[in-house]
């Protein structure tokens, strides 16, 4: 790929070829992304921390997938349907799947990651799970999930991070953080495993058997650890690299891709993560447990500053704990106000105090 766009969404960014994205796709080629830093597995389930994700998700699969707008779409599941009570899931899967060693992929190997892998090592699929009153497969191809009482949430319960899905006859009986598939994994998605060099590259190939034809286009996908930021940066403007994901590119360093004709700055891509950066404070102890004190905190905060220098106004200030992508988030929703005065006025006696005090923040 000779141009390539920039992507860049809330404390995130991406390049991605313009090419891929403008023309129609073409079968063939190889794709080369920027992983850093490198991850210790390649299991989604254990873990699910961002350079595990960036090669898992191209492997491992789960029932369901989201578009822009986190509104479901089909995965492994081909369709679903929710009971008037909000109580009974069920889902239809796809009958044409096998998993990348050849075995095929059914209802069986949903149940036992229900049950048993996902409560196991996952602690987000814990607690959603632990909504499920019961889980059957009354045939191969179906899944029918009971919930114990309504829980509007649960068919978001089911993206890649929270919910992957992992073959029942190479992790039953075992154990599953020593499993030697954690580190060779075994999945149904577009891309195979290949080779791990470690310090270099990752690849992955296609899955010739895909169950949706004429998928995937590309031929392989090479992630190449580069630990540098620099080298990084660099590696994009030769054109190095194809793509580079959330904080591979330092924030300082987009205004001066924006001014790249290859490269095109957009917000897409990162709806359902819409990472928040906050200030973590122990309410439970002096002067922290005093509202007033908290409020001045957040009165001292340049907020703006802090995007426009720190994040290069790569993102906004936020409004609550609510990120932005969330499909509930009322668009009209009053922006958080501090008035001028209340600087002295939140704090009021204790601001002196506060001012004296220093505090080590225990990381």
């Not at 141009?3 to 080629?29: E, H, I, M």
């Not at 060779?184 to 949706?212: C, H, S």
């Not at 940066?233 to 994901?245: E, G, H, K, S």
Request: with cysteine.
């Amino acid at each position: 790929m000779h141009r390539r766009d920039f992507l860049a969404a809330t404390a995130a960014a991406s390049v991605l070829g313009r090419q891929a994205l403008a023309q129609t796709p073409k079968r063939g080629g190889t794709l080369t992304m920027i992983l850093q830093p490198e991850p210790a597995i390649l299991n989604l389930g254990i873990n699910q921390q961002t350079p595990v994700a960036i090669v898992a998700t191209k492997i491992t699969q789960s029932l369901l997938r989201y578009d822009f707008d986190l509104s479901p779409m089909p995965s492994l599941a081909k369709a679903w349907e929710v009971s008037s009570d909000g109580l009974t899931y069920t889902f239809h899967l796809y009958d044409n799947v096998f998993w990348h060693d050849g075995e095929k992929f059914t209802a069986d190997d949903v149940l036992f990651n229900v049950l048993d892998f996902l409560p196991a090592v996952h602690s987000r699929a814990r607690l959603n799970y632990d909504h499920v009153q019961s889980v059957i497969a009354p045939d191969p191809a179906t899944v029918v999930f009971r919930l114990k009482a309504p829980f509007a949430p649960f068919l978001k319960a089911f993206e890649i991070n929270s919910a992957p899905l992992f073959p029942k006859h190479l992790y039953a009986g075992t154990n599953y953080q020593s499993n030697p598939y954690n580190l060779k994994p075994i999945g149904t998605g577009p891309f195979k495993f290949a080779e791990w060099q470690r310090g270099d590259f990752i690849r992955l190939v296609r899955n010739d058997k895909y169950y949706i034809e004429g998928r995937p286009y590309l031929d392989q996908i090479i992630l190449r650890m580069i630990p540098d930021a620099q080298s990084r940066l660099i590696a994009v403007q030769n054109q190095q690299v194809d793509v580079a994901a959330w904080v591979d590119i330092d924030y300082v360093s987009v205004p001066v891709l924006a001014k790249d004709p290859n490269v095109t700055i957009t917000n897409k891509g990162y709806e359902f993560q819409s990472p928040i950066a906050w200030l973590e404070i122990n309410n439970r102890i002096k002067p922290l447990n005093d509202k007033r004190v908290r409020k001045a905190i957040l009165t001292a905060l340049d907020r703006e500053f802090i995007v426009r220098t720190i994040f290069a106004g790569q993102c906004k200030v936020a409004r609550g704990a609510d990120r932005f992508g969330h499909p509930r988030l009322r668009s009209d929703r009053a922006e958080d106000r501090v008035r001028p005065e209340g600087r002295r006025g939140a704090a009021g006696r204790r601001g002196a105090q506060a001012r004296r005090r220093r505090r080590a923040l225990p990381y």
